[in-house]
């Protein structure tokens, strides 16, 4: 069987009707141990969206997403940058959390395969052609090669200008910036954590400043 949320997928702009139909979307194996589908959520003509992995566990909990410890340092690196998150379109490339459960009852990530990236890409193709950003933001391997091929080196491109390959079906050619995950900050080296945050800042920084008016 082809892993894929196509058929999922119904052709309309409107975000609530992709979020409502994403709800049960069975277009990979994913849907079956996470609590719920985590779409999009934010601004319906967003300048800027940005794009996570995929949900963690308090997003599976509360079905938003960046709304667990990842989405508090983007909310500190977002306020930083005077970005205000009202503004964007806040998604992820994988709407379903994958993980693994330890001896106890907590849920640890796991990074979705590219199988899944590519089944679940229709979601996100849908979310960029209905809010048609300016500037996505792809925020840690995983999104970036979701968009931009699975041979793509976040740390090469960092500070860049980029575009996406060209998709007749996307119908729009925003911007694109790559950056490092929240989560990659927080998991990583406590000495490197003020270094790598101000990065983010600026490369949050960079990519407003491609939003034009
Ligand atoms: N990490 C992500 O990539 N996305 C979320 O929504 C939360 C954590
Ligand atoms: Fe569908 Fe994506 Fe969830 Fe897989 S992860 S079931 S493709 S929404």
């Given at each position: 069987m082809t892993c894929t949320a196509e058929a999922y997928v119904p052709r309309t702009r409107d975000l609530g009707e992709l979020a409502e139909?994403?709800?049960?979307?069975?277009?990979?194996?994913?849907?079956r141990d996470a609590d719920q589908t985590v779409f999009g959520e934010g601004a319906a003509r967003a300048p800027m969206m940005l794009v996570g992995e995929q949900p963690g566990d308090q997003?599976?909990?509360?079905?938003?997403p960046f709304v667990g410890p990842a989405g508090k340092?983007?909310?500190e690196a977002l306020a930083a940058a005077d970005i205000d998150r009202g503004r964007l379109y806040v998604t992820n490339a994988v709407k379903h959390f994958k993980f693994t459960r330890t001896s106890g009852t907590r849920r640890i990530h796991k990074t979705p395969s590219r199988t899944e990236v590519v089944a679940c890409r229709p979601w996100l193709f849908a979310e960029i052609t209905s809010v048609e950003p300016q500037v996505v933001v792809l925020l840690g391997a995983t999104a970036a090669q979701a968009l931009l091929g699975s041979g793509f080196r976040l740390t090469a491109h960092r500070g860049e200008e980029l575009r996406l390959p060209t998709d007749p079906d996307l119908g729009v050619d925003p911007s694109v910036v790559t950056t490092t995950h929240p989560s990659a900050i927080l998991r990583g080296?406590?000495?490197q954590r003020a270094t790598k945050f101000d990065a983010l800042v600026a490369d949050l920084q960079f990519a407003a400043g491609?939003?034009?008016?």
């Open positions: 139909a994403a709800r049960s979307c069975r277009g990979c194996d994913l849907y997003e599976d909990r509360q079905g938003r340092l983007l909310d080296p406590a000495e491609l939003v034009s008016g």
